[in-house]
């Protein structure tokens, strides 16, 4: 119904109006523009009267008849060049605005829709007999003959979905109550014993949802997906992204990573934006290649590339050939005019999340808006991300870690072309390509692992936009059958201030170790009290109570269940913890340092190719290892040279930790081979 009503509104009254009042703005803006400023009703006697003192001077100083003319005709063309120039810059100031406001009709356009989509599908299951039902099945789903086939299928594995996300929603809590409820006395094996039990009741449920939900995905992909109010939205979603670009692009890249707040049809549609973002047109890329480095790219390089290479939200990379050196190029262009329309973007954004934050307590989801606005001029900013790709290679060469960084060709290079020497590569989580190279998922996810943990907690110099476009693997040159990292897209950095590192990593040591005390003071130092579970279970994707049973049994891993942590159920417990507690989740957001979020941006990353990997590899232990290593440092700065008991102490526990990693390590090997 909205959808006949709104669409109508905004293209047959909207786009007019906007365009009448921008057109008499800048009718307006032009006006005033063209008159000079000390114009009035006796403008003509002012211009003869400045005419008459120009001609008394020409006099005086025995200036002849044709110099005299041609000073006279020079001062009308002057001011018809500067109104020109002047029109020229409203023009292309008023164009702009235009398009902005464009996109912000349709925003709100499609936001109103889904909210009026998700309202109406609820009221539909409630009451699929109603009138009005009937209207939204007629306005909303798809009438064709296959969909009515199915129809009795759909109901059935919706009906059986909602059953059973109750019924995990209450093993969930029998779960992790249990320990408050038991009882003291009795037996440990007793109590380790019902922990399992429930354990395997709670992944048994979740196993049969996640076939429940994978069935029900293989229904609409058969019956027509228009008929699943997620990926009816999902798709009007995406439309929204590709048509509006840019920053919305950007939005819808995040919004991919987060899968386990947001259902699998979003996750799957919205990853198409990592791979077919709109490209600019020839004509575009040439421009801004001419305006940035005073040349057209034929003339800069052979073989430059008509068709992109790749396409991203702010930029698209083409490839060519240096005509000194003959080396392949990667040269990345910005879109043409994202960097004047992006501010505006940014705010109809914001202001739109801003009303659904208001309007539907179920929408938290203000925080991106709050986490890209302040980030995105420095990615916008070529220069800079060739500087942070520099320093990025710099420290990644102390690591000792098999990962390169492609070397920024300066010559090349200004704010909205960044030239660099191509490196190949396929994605992270490309698994078809390891197995024909060679490579084993598990050694790729523990080298990503490794390498960004080394950032946060040995250099502080972090990247925090890993996704999977950015992170390229290919085996190694000179080590057969293993990984080799090719990081790419430097634009978003961080730089983790020494009082925050400390903390984070006492945070992750004490969470590897399960010392619940330590964890507590920890996520204390960082400003959180109260909710120090919720903060360690967002960082490890895992329930706290997870902790507190491995703090009991001295292991690494939870309990040893009968279904496989690779499952979809354990995703799907993992997705019922997050949903949850989506609200807490959201408060936290607002406690926590801001460098939290940019590190909660990369977890989000990390934790996307890690399941598409299949989780092959335990990250918790590598960032343990890497944590572990940083409070070394700390407290040997801290203690200085004269309080050695205190950093014999320090070295135990860090000896200790290592040895508990060193035979996890050893033991999980010959488990797996």
Avoid at 72 to 79: D, H, N, R
Avoid at 445 to 455: E, G, H, M, P
Avoid at 575 to 588: D, L, N, T, V
Wanted: aromatic share 8%.
């Amino acid at each position: 119904m909205l959808r006949t009503t709104i669409f109508p509104l905004i293209r047959g009254r909207a786009a007019p109006f906007a365009t009448a009042s921008i057109c008499a703005a800048g009718t307006v803006a032009l006006c005033a523009v063209a008159r000079p400023k000390e114009t009035s009703s006796t403008s003509p006697s002012v211009s003869y009267h400045h005419f008459y003192k120009r001609t008394q001077c020409s006099t005086t100083e025995n200036v002849s008849d044709s110099n005299l003319a041609s000073t006279y005709l020079s001062t009308p063309t002057k001011s018809i060049e500067s109104v020109t120039n002047e029109i020229k810059q409203c023009y292309s100031l008023v164009i702009p605005t235009f398009e902005a406001l464009q996109r912000a009709a349709r925003l709100i356009s499609t936001a109103a829709i889904m909210a009026a989509d998700y309202r109406m599908n609820s009221i539909y299951r409630q009451y699929p007999d109603s009138a009005l039902c009937h209207l939204y099945k007629l306005t909303f789903k798809s009438s064709d003959s296959e969909y009515q086939e199915h129809e009795n299928q759909f109901h059935e594995l919706e009906n059986a979905i909602a059953r059973l996300e109750k019924d995990l929603e209450r093993a969930q809590d029998e779960y992790v109550s249990a320990d408050r409820k038991s009882n003291g006395d009795q037996p440990i094996l007793e109590r380790t014993l019902a922990k399992r039990a429930q354990k395997e009741t709670m992944l048994s449920i979740a196993s049969d949802l996640a076939d429940a939900q994978e069935a029900l995905t293989l229904l609409h992909k058969n019956g027509g997906s228009a008929n699943n109010v997620h990926q009816r939205n999902a798709i009007r979603l995406l439309d929204l992204c590709r048509m509006n670009g840019g920053v919305y692009i950007k939005v819808g890249q995040h919004l991919a990573n987060l899968d386990l707040l947001l259902p699998e049809e979003y996750i799957q549609t919205l990853s198409s934006l990592f791979d077919d973002a709109p490209a600019s047109t020839y004509s575009d890329v040439c421009e801004v290649v001419e305006e940035e480095l005073g040349l057209p790219p034929e003339k800069l390089f052979s073989d430059f590339s008509k068709e992109p290479f790749a396409s991203a939200s702010l930029a698209q990379v083409h490839t060519a050939k240096c005509k000194t050196t003959g080396k392949k190029l990667a040269i990345k262009i910005q879109h043409k005019g994202l960097r004047d329309t992006s501010k505006g973007d940014l705010l109809a954004m914001a202001t739109v999340v801003r009303i659904a934050d208001k309007l539907f307590d179920e929408f938290n989801f203000g925080w991106i808006c709050e986490e890209l606005t302040p980030q995105l001029p420095k990615e916008l900013d070529f220069v800079n991300e060739g500087k942070n790709a520099e320093a990025a290679a710099a420290h990644l060469a102390k690591s000792g870690l098999d990962c390169v960084v492609p070397l920024v060709l300066w010559k090349f290079t200004s704010h909205r072309v960044l030239t660099m020497e191509f490196e190949e590569g396929f994605r992270a989580t490309d698994v078809e390509q390891m197995q024909k190279a060679g490579i084993k998922r598990r050694d790729v996810a523990k080298l990503i692992s490794s390498v960004f943990n080394w950032q946060i907690f040995q250099d502080g110099f972090v990247h925090c936009d890993p996704h999977e476009a950015n992170v390229l693997v290919r085996e190694h040159p000179r080590k057969r059958g293993k990984p080799q990292i090719v990081l790419v897209d430097h634009g978003l950095y961080k730089k983790l201030d020494a009082e925050f590192q400390e903390a984070y990593a006492r945070l992750w040591k004490c969470i590897l170790v399960a010392d619940i005390e330590g964890i507590k003071s920890a996520c204390k130092s960082l400003g959180v009290t109260k909710m120090y579970p919720l903060l360690a279970a967002m960082l490890t994707s895992r329930p706290f109570d997870e902790i507190i049973e491995r703090s009991q049994t001295k292991s690494f891993d939870a309990l040893p269940i009968s279904v496989s942590d690779q499952s979809g159920g354990d995703k799907a417990v993992i997705r019922g913890y997050a949903q949850k507690y989506i609200k807490e989740i959201i408060s936290m957001l607002d406690i926590v340092p801001r460098q939290m979020l940019l590190i909660f941006k990369m977890n989000d990353c990390l934790r996307h190719v890690d399941h598409a990997l299949g989780s092959p590899t335990n990250t918790l232990v590598v960032a343990g290892r890497y944590a572990s290593r940083r409070v070394l440092e700390c407290d040997q700065r801290k203690h200085g040279e004269w309080r050695f008991v205190d950093i014999f102490r320090s070295w135990l526990s860090y000896i200790h930790v290592m040895i508990r990693i060193k035979t996890y390590e050893l033991c999980s090997y010959v488990m797996i081979n």
